[in-house]
């Protein structure tokens, strides 16, 4: 059990939620990631793992809204940014809107900086760690391509046997009438083809775990233009006429692989009545 003097309690502004997951001992997690906003701190954080489906009503939070959690630093992740919540510590409070072409939002993103894409690649060859930036927002120099592809069918069959034996395991808390719906694995990956702006850039082609973007799928995915669908909101909408970046993370495991964890997407041009956070 962790020890009281190990744990810190913090104010995070939620940026992104990753879709969740399933692990080998068929717990579902999700990976959040946003920032560290109390004590004048302004700095990126990873919240890992996150039951969310699990939360209660009080538990549950949506993206640009403000969280209390009580935190200490996970075992097996040397990532600078990444913490692991204590259970039943997530307490969500005010959400910031989008008043004023998104002032307060982009306030709070532009504090973060922007890194090049082949920059954070470089600075991870060598590994995890303290000083190692793990999640960054990046600047595409124009907009993204999306890809589809078929995920590929031995971990799409691991993935489903873990969602049919998670199902089929009640807790001692669940009922057969209370139990959430089985969690759906999705057969696409969708990517993200791009080049940042380093001089030399050769490309990135990033996998996307954007929790929207596989609700976006669920909710298209009937229609024989679903492709077509998934396209015009992540190469159109989300780009054309805005000022966007790309929120990006890296795995503990595989540090040089990047993933898309969202994107953000205020209006283009200026802001107006920026207010102190």
Sequence with gaps: MSNQTDRLKMTVVVLVKAAPVLTRELNETMCVAGVRVDGGHHVWVRLHPVPFRDLGDDGRFSKYQSVSVTVRRPKTDRRPESWAPIHGSILP??????????????????????????????????????????????????????????????????????????????????????????????????????????PHCKGHAQTIVDWELATLWRRVRHGADWIEAMKLRFEHDLWQGKDSVLFVGNQEQHPISFLVLGVFWPPGGPSQGLLDL
């Design 93 to 198: 409070s005010e959400a910031m809107g989008t008043d004023h072409g998104w002032a307060r939002r982009r306030q709070l993103v532009e504090r973060l900086g922007e890194a090049r894409m082949c920059d954070l690649i470089e600075a991870n060859r060598s590994g995890s760690g303290p000083g190692t930036p793990s999640l960054a927002v990046v600047r595409p120099v124009e907009p993204p391509v999306l890809e589809v592809t078929l995920r590929d069918q031995d971990q799409l069959r691991t993935w489903r046997e873990r969602a049919s034996a998670a199902a089929s395991r009640l807790s001692l808390f669940d009922s057969p009438t209370s139990s959430k719906p089985q969690l759906e694995v999705v057969p696409w990956r969708f990517r993200y083809s791009f080049r940042c702006s380093a």
